[in-house]
């Protein structure tokens, strides 16, 4: 029977440093305006959100049309390209991560894939810098909705559009490390583990009953036994 394991980026699968920067950046050059992604919390968040809350804490009224969207897209795609180049950021995969992804590929009927917040040219950028990218090339996007909890599904139907067969929903598994991985995955009808390698230690993510948690990924077996276990 397939199963899906479906990762989230940021805070589960990788950390990108001084990530701020090209976002800034992409900012300024498409609206003019220094709106700085330090002053919200953008964990679990997708990025046309992200976008708006930094205005409105800002105190900024922007419309953001979609030829603003769409500058803005190509805008990130070029900075957080420069900035990866130059060094100026640094996207690395968490530990135990490489191990974990290239261990899932060799199970048979094990597909994977991912749901984040990013969009679709960041996320590919992520994680080609983090070595990830030849294991989690399907998933769904910041840029194919604004609200996170439409990813999962999204995710879904583009697995089973590309294998031309269905998955139940809840042959599904979210991995996450925050709060919203978990809303997302419930109101897809999917399951959920949580790590604590993000903002949220693994002793507070239990208390949201995920249908399981793990605090990092280190030990590899521990992890796959875990991730597999929940479908
Ligand atoms: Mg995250």
């Not at 394991?5 to 589960?12: A, H, K, P, R």
């Not at 992804?101 to 199970?107: F, N, T």
């Not at 960041?122 to 090339?137: C, D, H, W």
Request: with cysteine; proline share 5%.
């Amino acid at each position: 029977m397939d199963k899906l394991v479906l990762f989230d980026l940021d805070g589960t699968l990788i950390r990108a440093h001084n990530g701020f920067i090209p976002f800034n950046e992409a900012i300024l050059k498409t609206f003019g305006l220094a709106g700085d992604i330090r002053t919200v919390i953008p964990d679990g968040n997708t990025d046309p959100l992200i976008l708006e809350e930094i205005f409105a804490t800002a105190g900024l009224e922007v419309d953001v049309t979609e030829d603003k969207w769409r500058a803005f897209t190509v805008n990130l795609q070029e900075s957080y390209s420069w900035a990866i180049q130059g060094g100026l950021t640094r996207v690395v995969s968490l530990p135990g991560v490489l191990e974990l992804v290239s261990k899932l590929a060799k199970i048979k009927e094990l597909h994977q894939g991912v749901v984040t917040g990013n969009l679709e040219v960041t996320a590919q950028l992520k994680l080609k810098a983090a070595g990830l990218a030849p294991y989690l090339n399907l998933g769904a996007y910041g840029s194919d909705s604004r609200k996170r909890e439409d990813l999962p599904r999204i995710a879904r139907e583009r697995w089973e559009k590309k294998m031309a067969r269905s998955i139940p929903p809840d042959r599904c598994i979210i991995v996450g490390d925050t709060p919203r991985d978990l809303d997302a995955a419930r109101k897809s009808h999917m399951k959920c583990v949580l790590v604590g390698t993000g903002r949220y230690p693994v002793e507070e993510l239990k208390f949201f009953s995920p249908d399981a948690c793990l605090s990092d990924f280190c030990d590899t077996e521990i992890a796959l036994e875990t991730i597999l276990k929940v479908s």
